[in-house]
């Protein structure tokens, strides 16, 4: 009966990112059937992190998150919990080897939201890291299937990707993170006084992660690296959008891809993998 409990439990981390982010989930949804599972469980761990620092506006975050931290703890440990996100997790943490070093940077990142409402460039750095560059990392173990080598080969590039994703949300969210949360993590960045100049800067910045990212998305193993093309594309388009918007256009509105054009680039995306003609 522990298989069915299993079982359950990664598909609430599927219905996590389906409800959450539909870019994800497609991209999730070409991935060789045996690795689907496994980034759904890394997905609704990070996502449910997330919430509190997020959204959980009128809770004790601190001891919430605390909370979520040593509950995480324990069902590695114990490799057994009731919470069926934390069961997904610690099982995909203990088949694929997810070091728990990536693990402490990520919650460590989610606790710097609690305390942290501007970002100089050391803690910039450092959040940028906990926050989604380990989560390229922990996808990357699920995609070596326990080849080391392999990983160690990617590590820089799946860095650069989880990067730039992560700098086009604080762009998308600008206006969000300001007046929902009082956060501004661009360092030296003044959401009153945002400039063409500023936005210019950090997306020299993402164009460079993203060319970084590109080198290595293209090696990836065969049965995920259609799906992480995917996310590439989704983003790349995304970022397209916000580079073509003013600075006045990104404080004021979420700029987003609409769902139509995600299913076109889906199956441009499909015949270039098909092709071959990365």
Do not use: W
């Not at 919430?51 to 703890?73: M, N, S, W």
Request: charged share 30%.
């Amino acid at each position: 009966m522990l298989d069915l409990y299993s079982k359950t439990c990664m598909e609430c981390s599927k219905l996590i990112t389906n409800r959450y982010s539909t870019s994800f989930s497609m991209g999730i949804r070409v991935f060789d059937r045996r690795l689907r599972a496994p980034i759904y469980a890394v997905y609704g761990f990070v996502r449910f992190a997330d919430e509190i620092v997020d959204t959980f506006h009128d809770y004790p975050k601190a001891e919430l998150l605390e909370q979520f931290r040593q509950d995480t703890y324990e069902a590695i440990e114990k490799k057994i919990s009731l919470n069926p996100v934390l069961q997904a997790f610690q099982q995909t943490v203990h088949k694929y080897h997810i070091e728990m070093d990536l693990i402490d940077a990520f919650l460590d990142s989610m606790e710097m939201d609690l305390h942290f409402h501007t970002y100089e460039d050391a803690l910039y750095k450092q959040y940028i890291y906990g926050s989604a560059e380990v989560v390229g990392l922990m996808c990357l173990r699920v995609f070596c299937e326990g080849n080391d080598e392999e990983y160690q080969r990617l590590k820089a590039p799946a860095c650069s990707l989880g990067s730039a994703f992560q700098k086009i949300n604080f762009l998308r969210d600008m206006k969000s993170d300001f007046d929902d949360r009082g956060r501004v993590y661009f360092p030296g960045v003044d959401f009153t006084q945002f400039t063409y100049e500023d936005k210019v800067l950090i997306e020299a910045d993402i164009k460079k992660d993203f060319d970084d990212a590109y080198k290595g998305i293209i090696q990836l193993p065969k049965g995920a690296r259609f799906g992480v093309y995917l996310a590439y594309v989704y983003y790349t388009n995304l970022f397209q959008k916000i580079k073509s918007a003013t600075p006045a256009k990104v404080k004021q509105e979420r700029i987003r891809v609409k769902d139509s054009k995600k299913v076109y680039l889906l199956f441009r995306s499909a015949l270039v993998n098909r092709l071959n003609i990365f």
